[in-house]
């Protein structure tokens, strides 16, 4: 297998489906788990569900052919922390392998584009009057938060909303105060726990 000839990165197991990836991953307890969707008995988010929730130090790499909204967004909230599709190339997947083994996020370009749009037109920001946000946070926090869950970085969150750095910098540090989170990782996931993505 090609991410067997990564250096650095050991092949533990492979698993044929969803049922034997949870068990293999229980067993030893990756860093990583490369996770396809579509798999016979129990797809791939029903099984990143259930990796993330018995083992939050092994994190999901979605590998998929699919790249659809279908595929896509349920694998996140299932606590994928990078997505790929399997035309990324092999040092896509290094790249990605590391970043996940880090703590890091990683998504495709065009995944993250279809976040940002999704952030920005397909859900925005929840008006007050409908649901309050979480830990005192402003809609305009919610909103780079959201941004930061799409992997986009300050400078691209500026241009974004059309903010200055300095400003979106701020708003960045709040966010952390106000979510309790050290890094940008631990923002991420607060925002995928509290429906903010």
Known sequence: MLVGLIEGVDVVATA????????QAGELRPD??????RMPGMDGIEATRRIRAELPATQVLVLTT??????????????ARGYLTKDATA??????ITALAAGETHLAPDI?????SAALHGHPPAPSGHRELPDGMSPREA???RLMAAGLSNAEIATTLVLSNATVKTHV???FTKTGSRDRAQAV????????T
């Open 112 to 116: 993250q584009q279809r976040l940002v």
């Open 32 to 37: 990583v788990v490369l996770m396809d969707l």
């Open 143 to 145: 909103e780079v938060l």
């Open 66 to 79: 699919y790249a659809d909204d279908t595929a896509l967004f349920p694998a996140l909230r299932a606590g």
């Open 91 to 96: 040092e896509e997947i290094e790249h990605a």
């Open 16 to 23: 044929a489906n969803g049922v034997e990836a949870v068990e």
């Open 189 to 196: 996931r607060y925002a995928y726990l509290h429906g903010l």
């Open 173 to 175: 540090n709040h966010i």
